[in-house]
């Protein structure tokens, strides 16, 4: 049986538009009909007229037949050819305007058909197209369709030709018990296009004037841009629910991958035999469930298809049911790596391998471990037991410094790749560099502002239109062998220009120490509150705060921060900050945060 889903169409739009303005198109509908009866006045006066001069006719004929003498002075033959004359002159006159307006309407009719790109095809009771088509019927039904039968034109598969015409004898039927929208729902809904295209198909009746069904117009409506939004919408929906469910059931989700991971490993061992295949079969329709409930559309339907091919009984030997199943862990494998690397770039690299995952509150985390010191716990037991549990990836601390600078150079109309990430990444304690955290914004904006070009002025500059921002973190080890956590970060963009920054200091200090210093030195006052290479304020920078409060931060937590340029070339921050993964219960909170 055909398909039966109803799609809506432009009509709606078109429905919408005529409510929006209800009285410009009752005026259209009167101007034409007004046209119309016009045409049709035309018409009936030229019939009257005629009828007229042929009685005139009739009677100057008829005279002598009644006994009357005929016509037989020259002037009343001359009045009579005259006015017959001139009767038909105008008559014919009259058609002609009427048949040029009606061969006018009818070319704006065929223009107008043509131009709404809809294939319009009538048909009969016997299945057979008239003549009248629209020629967009040649693109998306790809035939002419005048002359030939309707399901030829349609393309009916040949199993489905029967109940093709036992619907349309219902149809035609004068009085059958079914509507015709009932009777249509059960016709072809879609045309079979060779190129892959979706070919929607409506129907609507043509009726005589006792009502009964006449002819079937066919409409047909290329629906491909539309269809491709909604499954785009829709691979999009997935996508949100999928990254819902596994922040809500991560640990679901970690078994989910586990399975599938042992999934690959069963069927890449030991030779499977056909009759020992109920365990891969069992573990395929398991997963086939656990993934849909995590929207994994594609991997879903992926392992429904292999689970069917496994089962097909075509596969009768035990080397064909092997190549069936070496083909089928290829394609899960293929859509596993897919799914990891968009779940990888949202909850990171090392999640798969984290293993089940309890929340647990990071004060709760912290007070623990300040009584493991109180009750004078071993000090490297408690640094374990900080890095282990507290502590975090360094470069985790950077997804919103990165989704912030992609962001903000939108904004500004310039182009920045993903951030390069180098180093160690060390795993941190988030709480003591907080404040520092937050404070890299700033960083972060005077590189979208200041550092970044546009992209044609990079082109002009012989550089990559798109900048480049690198981070780098590791564990160094300095004076007295103290462990120091060095973040560097750097960019390709304009650089900072000494000149500016002294044309800065000479208007607040002219007679400062910043006259003596050379190049390098100077920049570093950037992190002095009011200095601001911009000379406009904006919402991004300018105001001079924004270094100064990052140094702030640095020089709170004991540490140190520099920053290096080369003009066009780049800039790049180097922060040094105690690596501490040990908790002080002797200190204030306040202090007790910093040195954490």
């Known amino acids: 049986m055909f398909h039966t889903s109803k799609k809506k169409t432009s009509s ?31 018409i009936h006066t030229s019939l009257a007229g005629m009828t007229a001069i042929v009685l005139m006719l009739l ?29 038909i002159a105008g008559l014919y006159y009259m058609n002609y ?16 058909v043509n131009s709404l790109g809809q294939g319009f095809l009538v048909f009969d009771i016997e299945g057979k197209c008239g003549p009248v088509y629209s020629q967009a019927c040649i693109d998306l039904l790809e035939t002419v369709p005048a002359d030939k039968s309707v399901v030829d034109v349609l393309h009916i598969p040949e199993a489905q030709r029967v109940d093709f015409k036992d619907w349309m004898d219902v149809l035609f039927m004068p009085n059958h018990a079914l509507g015709f929208d009932d009777v249509i729902a059960f ?43 909604q499954q785009r919408a829709k691979q999009q929906q997935n996508f949100a629910n999928m990254i819902c469910r596994i922040f809500r059931e991560r640990n679901q989700f970690r078994a989910t991958l586990t399975q599938l991971r042992e999934f690959l490993e069963a069927a890449e061992g030991p030779k499977v035999k056909r009759e020992e295949a109920a365990p891969i079969l069992r573990s395929l329709h398991t997963l086939k ?7 994994l559309v594609e991997l879903g339907d992926i392992i429904n298809q292999i689970e069917k091919d496994l089962r097909s009984e075509a596969i009768v030997t035990d080397e064909a049911f092997q190549l069936e199943l070496s083909a089928g862990r290829q394609k899960v494998a293929a859509g596993l790596a897919r799914v990891m690397n968009e779940v990888r770039d949202l909850i990171g690299s090392d999640y798969e391998w984290r293993g089940n995952m309890h929340e647990i509150e990071e004060a709760t985390v912290y007070d623990f471990a300040r009584e493991m010191e109180a009750r004078h716990a071993d000090p490297e037991l408690v640094r374990r037991f900080l890095s282990s549990i507290a502590a975090v990836p360094i470069n985790d601390c950077f997804r919103s410094f990165d989704r912030e600078l992609q962001e903000l150079a939108a904004i500004m109309g310039k ?27 700033h960083v972060c904006r005077n590189i979208a502002d200041h550092g970044i070009e546009a ?20 564990i160094v080890i300095g004076d007295e062998k103290k462990e120091w956590l060095r973040i560097v970060i750097s960019d390709d963009g304009n650089g900072i220009d000494p000149s500016r920054v002294r044309a800065k200091l000479a208007a607040s200090d002219p007679n400062g120490a910043w006259r003596f210093e050379d190049d390098q030195t100077v920049i570093q006052h950037i992190f002095s509150w009011g200095i601001s290479t911009r000379d406009d304020i904006n919402e991004l920078s300018g105001h001079g705060v924004g270094m100064e409060a990052v140094e702030r931060e640095v020089r709170l937590l004991g540490g ?11 800039a790049r921050f180097d922060i040094r900050i105690p690596y501490i993964l040990s908790m002080n219960v002797n200190s204030d909170p306040k202090i007790h945060a910093i040195h954490a």
């Not at 305007?97 to 107008?112: D, G, I």
């Not at 409506?202 to 066919?218: F, H, N, T």
């Not at 082109?459 to 780098?472: C, E, F, S």
């Not at 140190?560 to 780049?570: C, E, M, T």
């Open 97 to 112: 305007r009427v048949h040029e307006h009606v061969s006018q309407q009818a070319r704006l009719t065929e223009v107008l």
């Open 415 to 441: 182009q920045v790749k993903p951030i390069r990430y180098t180093g160690s990444n060390p795993r941190v304690l988030t709480q003591p560099i907080q404040g520092l955290l937050f404070s890299l914004t």
């Open 289 to 295: 469930a656990t993934v849909k409930h995590f929207s």
């Open 187 to 229: 016709m072809p809904q879609f045309f079979p296009h060779s190129q892959g295209r979706r070919i929607s198909l409506m129907y609507r009746p043509i009726r005589a004037k006792d009502g009964s069904l006449m002819q079937v117009v066919v409409i047909a409506t290329d629906q491909t841009e539309e269809y491709e939004a």
């Open 12 to 42: 709606a739009s078109a429905g919408m538009a005529k409510d929006v303005q209800p009285s410009r198109a009752n005026a259209e509908n009167k101007t034409v009909l007004t046209e119309a009866i016009r045409q049709v006045d035309i």
């Open 59 to 87: 009677y100057a004929v008829a005279l002598p037949v009644f006994g009357y003498p005929p016509v037989n002075q020259v002037f009343a033959f001359v009045i009579m050819t005259l006015a017959a004359f001139v009767g």
């Open 560 to 570: 140190s921060i520099k920053v290096s340029s080369s003009l066009y070339q780049g």
């Open 455 to 474: 992209p044609v002025t990079r082109l002009a500059r012989g550089k990559d239109p798109m900048g480049q921002v690198a981070i780098h973190t590791e």
